[in-house]
Structure formats: C-alpha cells, structure tokens
C-alpha cells in the first residue's frame, strides 16, 4: 500500500494532539502539516503528492464550506475529510454540496481514521494517475453571468466559445437551467442534457460526458440546459460540483452560463470558476442590478467583486451611461466593452447559428475580452514587411503631400488677392487724377471750394475712393482718395491716393 500524505486545517489544540496522535500510529500515513487556516499550511498544499484534507467544522476564521470549496477549486486532485463532533442528515448534504468526500467524527478512533484516509488517499492518486498530470494541467472554467435578463450573457458566452475554440477544446455548458438557449444559438439538437449527468454525478466519467455533449459546427461542445422547467430541481450543487470538476479533464476551457438567476447550483459554478464575467447594459437600472449581484455574491461568499470581470455590453457614445461611470459605480475591474451593433448579431440570433457573425466590432471587443481573461494568447507583435515598409513610406508621402496641399492652395489665394488690390490701386489712381482734373476746372471757373468737392465727387465712380477731399491753392487742386482693399482696413492701414492739378481763374470771378 502506497504512503498516503495528509494535511489538516484545524484551530482546537485539543484536536490537534488527538491528529497527531492518531497519525503517529496509522500505518503509512504521513502528517505533512496542520494549522488554523489554509494560509498556515501553504507548503503542504502545495505538495504535489498530497492526498488528503482534513477540515474541521468549527473554524472561526472562516465558514469550513467555503474553504473546501475553495480547496476544490484550487486543488481538484485532492480529497477532503470534514472532521465534526457529531453527524446528521444537515451536515451530510452541506459536505456533499461543498464538494467534500466524506465526514471524519470526533472522537478520533484509530481504525476509524485510518479507512477513511486509506479510502480517500486511494480515490486522490488514482485521479492524478488517471488524469495523468498535476492540478495545473487541468483546464479553465469560465462562467458569465447577466447583470439581469436580456444582458446578452448567452450571445457572449457563445461568442467566447467560438473565438476560444480555434485554439483549444471548449465546452460551453448552459447553467441558465430554467430558460436556457445555447442549443439554439450554438445551433444544436441534443438529445440530452445536464440533467443527464446530474443524475450520474458520483459515478460520473468521460464516457458520461462524451454521450450528452454535442459537438457544434462552430467547433466547440455544448451540454444543453434541462428542456423542462422541473428538471433544474434534480441538478444539486453537489452534483454540478461533480460535473465540472470531470469537465476540467476532458476539455481545456468550460465556459458556463449561468444567466441572471441564482440557485444553489449556479452559486456553486460562479465559486468553482476560475473566471467570472458580470454583462451589464449602459443603462441605470442594469447598473443597479449589477451592484445588487456582486454585493450578493459577496455576502454569500461566493465570490468578492475585485475577482469578477465586467463587461459593458451595447455600449454607444450617445449613451449617458459611459464605461467609466460603470468602472466607478460597481468598482469591479471594466475588462471590455461591446459596441450596439446589433445588425451584426441578428443573423446569428435569427438563425441560431453563431458562425454568422463576421469579423467586425463585436468580434473584436470578444476577441478583447478572451485576451483579457488570458484565454487566448496576445496577438504577436510582427516585425515589418517589405510590402508595410513600402505602404508606410507611402503614408508618410501621403501625410507630406496632405500638409503641403493646403499651404500652396493658401499662398495660391494671397497672390491672387495681392494681383486684385494692385489692379484696384492702378485703376483708383487713374479715377483720382481724372476727378483732379475737373475739380481744377470747376473751381478756376466758380473759385468755390465745396463746388469743386463735388466736381471730385461726381468725377469718380462709386467703389472708387468712396468721399474725395478735396484743397485749392493759388494755382492748383489736390484731390485724394481711398484705394479700396479686397481685406476690409481701417484706419491708419488704409492707402490713399492724391492727384494735384493746375488751374487758372477766369476773368471776371
């Protein structure tokens, strides 16, 4: 018989010398480490050839369900005993749900003790033997939830599957156990269902899961959700317990959708997964009702906010709620949003075939999310072609050509504007020495300043100089004007333009 390694998470001292006791004397058992919390033995539980568990019921630290949950998650290769003071039908079903194998009781007998170790420590190494690996060769579990109905949890989680099956073997299994409809959107008749496995859940093995899964034409598996309402009641959290845990074997990734409901099953899922994904909608009411789903998962320990990851489904920039208001208001880490673009899903969901979603802002923003969750590998940064050297030599021209444009179309226009005011000076200063002129030969006849102002005046045209003034000396006029501009002046930038004329008064005046 092989040696059987145990650990212990137990704060009575009491207890402890009784363990150490009974350890001591069983046959090839060895006690690789004991303490109040899991924290406290963190070397032993990370020896791979640990086979048991034990936890005792009353813990102060922590509920012990949750930290054989946990150990389940963490540590599917290794049994857990839940040592307790006395038994009944109670505490055997929250074992069974936590995902326990079995209860140890107090007082500890030798022979007691030693079966139920040797019984566990058996089951354990024949697991790593038949799995062939260690826990971290095991395969992810994802489970995405809506923030409420109508989220888009379903369509995203599809979606993962197909972007993550390219790479990997998926599973995407339907939670939403009493209004499922993955079969549909993964365009899959099964014949069975999670009900199928539920029922066989302590005798369950990789033939079981290989007659209910469907391979779907987007190449991934689907296990469909109960097709009556009343069959969910069959699905126990033990029994999904059980299920997922032979899901991590047979596939890389299991992506489970849970919808917006939740039941002692779904809570266990959201506890065991790896990943946890919350879909909310850009508006205040689905906002709210994410705020009320983490704050419950947390009193329930299911799962603390900062582990789950929010996606911000249908997001527009016309919307008033915006991802960062989300980020802030949930205080949950904002993996990704998904743009309102439904006119690339609805042949998908008119069809129910998910394949028909093309490239485009949907499959990018899940593409974003399967890299953020570290499903898939980033894309790898590619080193420059000769063809993208030669387009991005052509952009630069492309980037030159757009900046040189509007400056010679700019200097184009000024000269033609500098040609226009010259050709307005030229034909101003012809217009002014025209009007000197009659203004010297009104004023040598009249010898009145305002009648040669308006000799000037009606000598030039109406554009030209506007008002003339107009000034008499002993033998000639001055007349001046101003030149007008194509650019609206004033003041001291404005030209002006004078022409003089001789005159001689007539007799007589």
Same mark, same amino acid.
């Given at each position: 018989?092989?040696?059987?390694?145990?650990?212990?998470?137990?704060?009575?001292?009491?207890?402890?010398?009784?363990?150490?006791?009974?350890?001591?004397?069983? !046959?090839? *058992?060895?006690? %690789?480490?004991? &303490? +109040?919390? $899991?924290?406290? /033995?963190? @070397?032993? #539980?990370?020896?791979?050839?640990?086979?048991?568990?034990?936890?005792?019921?009353?813990?102060?630290?922590?509920?012990?369900?949750?930290?054989?949950?946990?150990?389940?998650?963490?540590?599917?290769?290794?049994?857990?005993?839940?040592?307790?003071?006395?038994?009944?039908?109670?505490?055997?079903?929250?074992?069974?749900?936590?995902?326990?194998?079995?209860?140890?009781?107090?007082?500890?007998?030798?022979?007691?003790?030693?079966?139920?170790?040797?019984?566990?420590?058996?089951?354990?190494?024949?697991?790593?033997?038949?799995?062939?690996?260690?826990?971290?060769?095991?395969?992810?579990? !994802?489970? *995405?939830?809506? %923030?409420?109905? &109508? +989220?888009? $949890?379903?369509? /995203?989680? @599809?979606? #993962?599957?197909?972007?993550?099956?390219?790479?990997?073997?998926?599973?995407?299994?339907?939670?939403?156990?009493?209004?499922?409809?993955?079969?549909?959107?993964?365009?899959?008749?099964?014949?069975?269902?999670?009900?199928?496995?539920?029922?066989?859940?302590?005798?369950?093995?990789?033939?079981?899961?290989?007659?209910?899964?469907?391979?779907?034409?987007?190449?991934?598996?689907?296990?469909?959700?109960?097709?009556?309402?009343?069959?969910?009641?069959?699905?126990?959290?033990?029994?999904?317990?059980?299920?997922?845990?032979?899901?991590?074997?047979?596939?890389?990734?299991?992506?489970?959708?849970?919808?917006?409901?939740?039941?002692?099953?779904?809570?266990?899922?959201?506890?065991?997964?790896?990943?946890?994904?919350?879909?909310?909608?850009?508006?205040?009411?689905?906002?709210?009702?994410?705020?009320?789903?983490?704050?419950?998962?947390?009193?329930?320990?299911?799962?603390?906010?900062?582990?789950?990851?929010?996606?911000?489904?249908?997001?527009?920039?016309?919307?008033?709620?915006?991802?960062?208001?989300?980020?802030?208001?949930?205080?949950?880490?904002?993996?990704?949003?998904?743009?309102?673009?439904?006119?690339?899903?609805?042949?998908?969901?008119?069809?129910?075939?998910?394949?028909?979603?093309?490239?485009?802002?949907?499959?990018?923003?899940?593409?974003?999310?399967?890299?953020?969750?570290?499903?898939?590998?980033?894309?790898?940064?590619?080193?420059?072609?000769?063809?993208?050297?030669?387009?991005?030599?052509?952009?630069?021209?492309?980037?030159?050509?757009?900046?040189?444009?509007?400056?010679?179309?700019?200097?184009?226009?000024?000269?033609?504007?500098?040609?226009?005011?010259?050709?307005?000076?030229?034909?101003?200063?012809?217009?002014?020495?025209?009007?000197?002129?009659?203004?010297?030969?009104?004023?040598?006849?009249?010898?009145?300043?305002?009648?040669?102002?308006?000799?000037?005046?009606?000598?030039?045209?109406?554009?030209?100089?506007?008002?003339?003034?107009?000034?008499?000396?002993?033998?000639?006029?001055?007349?001046?004007?101003?030149?007008?501009?194509?650019?609206?002046?004033?003041?001291?930038?404005?030209?002006?333009?004078?022409?003089?004329?001789?005159?001689?008064?007539?007799?007589?005046?």
């Amino acid at each position: 018989m092989s040696r059987t390694v145990v650990a212990a998470i137990i704060e009575d001292p009491d207890l402890r010398s009784a363990l150490q006791s009974v350890a001591s004397e069983a !046959v090839e *058992v060895e006690l %690789a480490g004991m &303490g +109040a919390s $899991a924290a406290e /033995i963190g @070397t032993a #539980l990370e020896d791979p050839e640990l086979d048991v568990v034990l936890v005792h019921t009353e813990l102060r630290q922590e509920r012990w369900s949750s930290v054989v949950r946990r150990l389940q998650r963490e540590r599917p290769f290794v049994g857990v005993l839940v040592v307790a003071p006395e038994s009944d039908a109670t505490l055997l079903s929250s074992v069974m749900e936590a995902g326990a194998r079995g209860v140890l009781l107090q007082p500890l007998s030798l022979d007691e003790f030693q079966a139920r170790v040797d019984g566990v420590g058996q089951w354990a190494q024949g697991l790593r033997q038949f799995s062939g690996g260690s826990a971290e060769e095991r395969g992810q579990v !994802v489970a *995405v939830a809506g %923030a409420r109905g &109508g +989220a888009g $949890a379903s369509t /995203i989680a @599809t979606l #993962l599957a197909h972007e993550c099956s390219r790479t990997q073997t998926v599973c995407l299994v339907d939670v939403d156990l009493r209004k499922g409809s993955i079969s549909y959107l993964a365009d899959v008749k099964p014949r069975r269902n999670l009900t199928d496995l539920a029922v066989v859940a302590t005798e369950l093995t990789g033939r079981n899961v290989r007659e209910v899964a469907v391979d779907a034409e987007a190449g991934f598996a689907v296990i469909a959700a109960p097709t009556e309402v009343e069959q969910a009641d069959d699905i126990s959290a033990s029994a999904m317990t059980q299920v997922l845990h032979q899901l991590r074997f047979q596939f890389d990734l299991v992506i489970l959708d849970v919808g917006s409901t939740l039941e002692s099953a779904q809570a266990v899922a959201l506890e065991i997964a790896d990943h946890a994904v919350l879909v909310v909608n850009p508006d205040v009411a689905s906002v709210n009702a994410a705020r009320q789903v983490l704050t419950t998962w947390e009193r329930l320990a299911i799962r603390p906010p900062a582990s789950v990851s929010v996606v911000l489904n249908r997001a527009d920039r016309r919307r008033e709620v915006q991802a960062p208001l989300v980020d802030r208001v949930l205080g949950s880490t904002l993996t990704t949003s998904l743009p309102d673009a439904f006119d690339q899903l609805e042949p998908a969901h008119n069809t129910g075939n998910i394949t028909l979603v093309k490239a485009g802002t949907v499959r990018s923003g899940v593409t974003a999310l399967a890299r953020g969750l570290e499903l898939v590998a980033a894309a790898p940064a590619q080193r420059p072609t000769r063809q993208s050297r030669r387009h991005g030599r052509r952009s630069r021209e492309a980037g030159q050509a757009a900046v040189e444009t509007p400056v010679a179309v700019a200097l184009f226009l000024v000269g033609i504007m500098m040609g226009i005011q010259v050709l307005f000076a030229a034909t101003c200063l012809v217009f002014t020495r025209h009007a000197a002129t009659e203004a010297a030969r009104e004023y040598s006849v009249s010898g009145s300043v305002s009648a040669g102002q308006r000799a000037a005046q009606d000598a030039l045209p109406g554009w030209a100089g506007g008002s003339p003034t107009f000034s008499a000396s002993a033998s000639r006029v001055t007349v001046s004007t101003t030149v007008p501009t194509v650019v609206p002046l004033k003041g001291d930038w404005r030209m002006r333009l004078s022409q003089t004329a001789s005159y001689t008064a007539e007799k007589g005046r």
